[in-house]
């Protein structure tokens, strides 16, 4: 039997296909011991607003810290970047059919006092797999201690949970050697997700948004048109 096994960093509120591929996997590993990517996805993700994309950013603290692993990472808790993330999505999300429905549950999430940016996008995307119907099963890498070289450890995790398939995103056809998987028996699947177009607030429809826009306009449908 075939087992499908996705590896992706913790991301903010994420888009759209990153849950796509939570749920097209049998487990899902939260990649936490690798480099941090400083204005990459681990601290913020968009929103749509009256003029366009907004970014919802998680202030973090980097001074004196050259190259932290994303578990090591710290959120600033002197900035009321909760508060503000709340309120901004209230101000622009309000209107939508089903924000009432769904706005407790992440404002539960959000209000907590977190320092560990890590722990807020996993609690995040737990949130969000709740709302989609997802119960893919999710692990920390950092608890594995799988070592090697990059593509060594992909290949490590996989295997660790009897993975046949590993899941990669669009992005990994520029530097995954396919070859090197296969030789240990593990089959590349490149994510291939086209975007849906679904009905959402001011004005003309924006792709690549936080998965909770989705959310917030199609409610109960979000999970159909994720997968759809």
Known sequence: MEK??????????????YLEQIAKSDVFVLYDDVQYDKGG???RNRIKTFSGAHWLTVP????????????????????PWAKNHLKTLTQYYSKAPYFRQYFPGLEEVLMKPWSSLSELDCAVI???CSCF??????F???????????????IGIVRHFGGTIF???????????VDRFEGQRVRVVFQDYTHPIYPQLHGTFVSHLSAVDLLFNCGPASRRILLG
């Open 41 to 43: 996805w681990r601290n």
């Open 126 to 128: 737990l949130w969000l």
């Open 60 to 79: 973090v603290l980097l001074k004196g810290e050259k190259f932290p692993l994303v578990r090591d990472v710290r959120i600033n808790e002197a900035l």
């Open 133 to 138: 119907g997802i119960d893919t099963p999710l």
């Open 4 to 17: 499908t096994v996705g590896i992706l960093q913790p991301s903010y509120l994420p888009w759209l296909g």
């Open 140 to 154: 920390w890498s950092s608890d594995l201690g799988i070592a090697g070289d990059r593509i060594d450890r992909l």
């Open 167 to 177: 899941y990669e995103g669009a992005a990994g056809q520029d530097y995954i050697p």
